[in-house]
């Protein structure tokens, strides 16, 4: 392996795994639209049906769900890089410095999305005020890595991981 892709014992900050995860929710973005197109083409263009509200297939959604999970598991267990983490040199570790297990990109990926079983509150709470809701509980995810010296979100510190620099 190259000297510059070692993986360094040094915690990655804050602001670089924030600035890779905008970076991943743009390929997540095109994720959903490719995925949104091949349903959409497969039901005949019926797949979300509208009136006074918009109905979503609930498989729909799993499917969405489940693809999304495959991108960061699999990039994680496959050299511990998605492509945002990539131009930002940083790596998912096991707290020894390894590759992930698949158990743990498991549970990462589900600890970090729990938030977004927030948005069932919308029909409660409105829309405004379950966004808001869901961007404060996810800013907690991560203010946690301000606090731990390994710098690790709460997603992190369940699946036994964290993400380091490279040398």
């Known amino acids: 392996m190259p000297p510059d892709l070692i993986t360094t014992d040094t915690p990655c900050p804050l602001w670089r795994r924030l600035l890779a995860l905008v970076?991943?929710?743009l390929i997540v973005l095109a994720i959903v639209m490719v995925v949104g197109l091949l349903c959409q083409l497969a039901t005949g263009g019926q797949l979300i049906r509208t009136g006074a509200t918009a109905v979503v297939p609930v498989w729909y959604q799993a499917l969405q769900g489940a693809v999304v999970a495959a991108y960061f598991i699999g990039s994680w267990r496959r050299g511990g890089q998605t492509l945002g983490m990539r131009p930002?040199?940083?790596?998912?570790?096991?707290?020894?410095?390894?590759?992930?297990?698949?158990?743990?990109?498991?549970?990462?990926?589900?600890?970090?999305?729990?938030?977004?079983?927030?948005?069932?509150?919308?029909?409660v709470i409105g829309l405004r005020a379950t966004l808001w809701t869901w961007l404060l509980v996810w800013a907690g995810w991560f203010a946690v890595a301000a606090f731990d010296p390994r710098r690790r979100a709460l997603h992190d510190i369940a699946a036994g991981t964290e993400i380091r620099l490279l040398g």
């Open 23 to 25: 970076y991943d929710l």
């Open 88 to 123: 930002w040199r940083i790596r998912l570790t096991r707290g020894d410095g390894g590759t992930p297990t698949l158990q743990q990109a498991l549970i990462r990926v589900l600890v970090a999305a729990a938030p977004l079983a927030l948005l069932l509150l919308e029909p």
